[in-house]
């Protein structure tokens, strides 16, 4: 079976730089989509990572390392409007499909 | 572009009543994906397509539920009888490429209240 964690919530106040994990076992793993959603809305792409590594965009980086089963999303200069869930998605079944984590609920405050 | 289209964005039932959920994918697009969201789940896949052909529908929970897709612009999921665990988010999703190669697309979502 697919087996994907990350925290349920988060909180951090703005400005700051908050990581959030995402732990992985998964067969067939061909890669990591984070999606950031708001509340009542649509998942939207934030990152993808298929080799380990660092990938930066802006406020936002991601990292994956395969031999341990794990990323993170890293936010910097945290902002109110980043208050969000974040979702973490492995490519599973050999890339056939995408299965996501529950997400992580991040609160930002002043 | 418009979009990942879907209607209704909200729907109320009552328990027995047949639903049907539509999607418009984003033109070019040739993988169209239904996923279901609850709180106790998270977003859970239950049927992709390509090419207007079903792929994996093992994600589907049962006989209850049906998908569909005609033709490259459009395509419904069914739940005949609906029952109150039905109550959910549904998403469609499109993609350029496949779940490993290209990022997917959201619509707005249906929230499916079934009483």
């Known amino acids: 079976g697919q087996n994907i964690d990350q925290p349920t919530e988060m909180t951090a106040t703005e400005g700051a730089i908050v990581q959030i994990n995402c732990t992985y076992q998964?067969?067939?793993?061909?890669?990591l989509f984070w999606y950031q959603q708001h509340a009542g809305e649509a998942p939207t792409f934030l990152s993808y990572n298929v080799l380990d590594g660092l990938e930066e965009k802006g406020r936002f980086s991601s990292f994956l390392s395969r031999s341990k089963g794990y990323s993170y999303l890293l936010l910097k200069e945290l902002q109110m409007k980043d208050s969000a869930s974040y979702l973490c998605?492995?490519?599973?079944?050999?890339?056939?499909?995408?299965?996501f984590g529950t997400g992580t609920q991040l609160k930002v405050e002043l | 572009d418009a979009g990942v289209i879907q209607s209704p964005r909200h729907e109320v039932t009552e328990m027995g009543q047949e639903v049907t959920l539509r999607c418009k994918p984003i033109s070019g697009h040739d993988y169209l994906f239904w996923y279901r969201q609850t709180m106790m789940r998270g977003l859970e896949l239950l049927i992709y397509f390509n090419n207007n052909v079903p792929i994996d529908d093992s994600g589907m929970p049962e006989d209850r539920f049906s998908a569909k897709m005609p033709n490259a612009s459009f395509s419904t999921l069914k739940i005949q009888p609906s029952e109150p665990r039905d109550s959910a988010v549904y998403f469609c999703?499109?993609?350029?490429w496949g779940p490993g190669e290209d990022t997917q697309y959201f619509g707005p979502g249906t929230r499916l209240t079934v009483l």
């Open positions: 999703a499109s993609s350029l």
């Open positions: 998605a492995c490519v599973t079944g050999g890339g056939n499909k995408l299965t």
């Open positions: 998964t067969s067939g793993f061909n890669g």
